[in-house]
């Protein structure tokens, strides 16, 4: 089973609202990663935790804050968004935590959380 | 630096004939080479990948690519598209120096027409 689960599937918030994108793996995956992806685009980087501890930060502004509470959990809360933010948040994991998931090992996509801020 | 390109923005094949979306890369070292597909307001999925050995790597709804070192490409194909197989294709690659990061190229948009 190579499954990542994303909840919720679409999310619509105002620019004053605090929410959370929460994802969830039983790969016993070692690495995850937060992406964020807009139309027609590849993904962006944003976060990789490699063993429940924040590995990189791509830069991201503080108004995306990560949290791995354990091995199969990775969220995502986000507070005082733009618009710009819109945008899909796609969760992924790999096998390899030594190193944040390189070498060869394939990271797994979840379906995303479709993003909205008014 | 790394980088990957995927010089069409769109391929158009009809259903029953080959296809081959084109990727090239730019890696530092051996690469380690990934195909994924995205349908419509989907994740990712992962088709195949190259790490070494066969140049030939077969993966996932009959798709295959072959990893061509002299020319640094790595070419998705299938002997015979599907309309089913109309999506959004990325190219991936890591260098064995970069750990965590994969390099995205910008993507491929095939549609099979019946």
């Known amino acids: 089973d190579t499954e990542v689960t994303q909840t919720p599937k679409h999310l619509v918030m105002g620019m004053t609202n605090k929410k959370s994108l929460k994802c969830e793996q039983h790969m016993g995956h070692r690495a995850m990663y937060w992406y964020k992806q807009k139309a027609k685009k590849p993904p962006e980087l944003m976060f990789v935790?490699?063993?429940?501890?924040?590995?990189i930060n791509e830069s991201v502004p503080s108004r995306f804050s990560p949290e791995c509470p354990n091995s199969s959990l990775l969220n995502l809360h986000l507070h005082a968004l733009q618009p710009e933010d819109s945008a899909l948040y796609l969760c992924?994991?790999?096998?390899?935590?030594?190193?944040?998931?390189?070498?060869?090992?394939?990271?797994?996509f979840g379906p995303g959380t479709r993003l909205t801020v008014l | 630096a790394q980088s990957v390109a995927q010089p069409e923005d769109q391929v158009n094949v009809a259903e029953g004939n080959p296809l081959t979306v084109k990727c090239t890369y730019s890696?530092?070292?051996?690469?380690?080479l990934f195909w994924y597909v995205q349908y419509p307001n989907r994740g990712l999925q992962f088709l195949l990948k190259?790490?070494?050995?066969?140049?030939l790597v077969k993966g996932s709804y009959g798709f295959e690519a072959e990893f061509n070192k002299s020319q640094t490409s790595f070419h998705l194909k299938k002997p015979s598209a599907l309309v089913s197989d109309s999506a959004l294709y990325f190219c991936a690659v890591r260098g064995m120096d970069s750990s965590y990061k994969l390099i995205f190229g910008s993507g491929t948009r095939l549609l099979v027409r019946p």
């Open positions: 190259y790490i070494t050995g066969d140049n």
């Open positions: 890696v530092s070292g051996n690469p380690y």
């Open positions: 992924a994991s790999s096998d390899s935590g030594t190193s944040g998931g390189g070498g060869a090992d394939t990271q797994y």
């Open positions: 935790y490699s063993y429940e501890k924040l590995s």
